[in-house]
């Protein structure tokens, strides 16, 4: 099995900054993609960013130029710097990973998710 454990959640206000890390371990083969969402009561969990193992980056535009997503692949962690934090940032942010695993000999891909861990901006 593979676990993702996200840190760094919290109280900011407006205009702070926060830095979200995720540790992936477990039996893993190579972890492809990583990444970053979140998730308001009553609306679906939507994109904040993505980073491939290679360290291609795609970001939703609602944070493009606030944050920055980055990896350790020696590591396996992701991490998630926040900056310039709007309450409308506020929600429960999900780390995510796309790892193959070797089962029996063959390869595999499974996508995991962390915990999720709670980011409040207050006014």
């Known amino acids: 099995q593979v676990q993702l454990v996200e840190s760094g959640g919290g109280l900011v206000q407006a205009g702070g900054s926060l830095r979200l890390s995720c540790v992936a371990s477990?039996?893993?083969?190579?972890?492809?993609?990583m990444g970053w969402y979140r998730q308001t009561p009553g609306k679906q969990r939507e994109l904040v960013a993505t980073?491939?193992?290679?360290?291609?980056?795609n970001y939703a535009d609602s944070v493009k130029g606030r944050f920055t997503i980055s990896r350790d692949n020696a590591k396996n962690t992701v991490y998630l710097q926040m900056s310039s934090l709007k309450p409308e940032d506020t929600a429960v942010y999900y780390c995510?990973?796309?790892?193959?695993?070797?089962?029996?000999?063959?390869?595999?891909?499974?996508?995991?998710w962390g915990q999720g861990t709670q980011v409040t901006v207050s006014s």
């Open positions: 995510n990973a796309n790892v193959s695993r070797v089962i029996l000999g063959g390869l595999y891909g499974y996508t995991y």
């Open positions: 477990g039996s893993i083969f190579k972890i492809n993609s």
């Open positions: 980073i491939t193992s290679g360290g291609n980056t």
